[in-house]
Each structure stands twice: as structure tokens, then as C-alpha cells.
């Protein structure tokens, strides 16, 4: 990989990271089942993309 594409990498890390903590956040102060799920499900996603990219470096 060039220094560009690390770079890349990284920040996409760092947002797939920043997304997981903020659902996950969300998960542990809603109440309404549907939204608590959804946002569950969002943690589960992002969680998923971080490794995908994390494989790659």
C-alpha cells in the first residue's frame, strides 16, 4: 500500500470507530424498542466495517 492509501485506511478507522461509539451510546439511553434494535443493529454494521477495513492494514 502507498502512504496515501494508509492514510486512507486510517481514517476510515477512525470514522468506522467514531460512528460504533456513537450508536453505541444511543443504544444504552434508548428506550423505545424499534429505535434501541435499530440503533443495535448499527452498532453491529459499523463494528463489521471496522474490521473489513482493519484487514487490510
Known amino acids: 500500500m ?4 494508509i492514510l486512507y ?4 478507522l477512525g470514522h468506522a470507530q ?10 444504552n439511553t ?3 424498542p424499534a429505535l434501541k434494535k435499530l440503533s443495535q443493529q448499527l452498532v453491529s454494521k459499523n463494528t463489521t466495517i471496522f474490521q473489513s477495513f482493519y484487514a487490510l492494514v
Open 18 to 27: 467514531f460512528l460504533t461509539q456513537q450508536n453505541q451510546a444511543a443504544t
Open 2 to 5: 502507498t502512504p496515501k492509501e
Open 30 to 32: 434508548l428506550t423505545d
Open 9 to 12: 485506511v486510517e481514517d476510515a
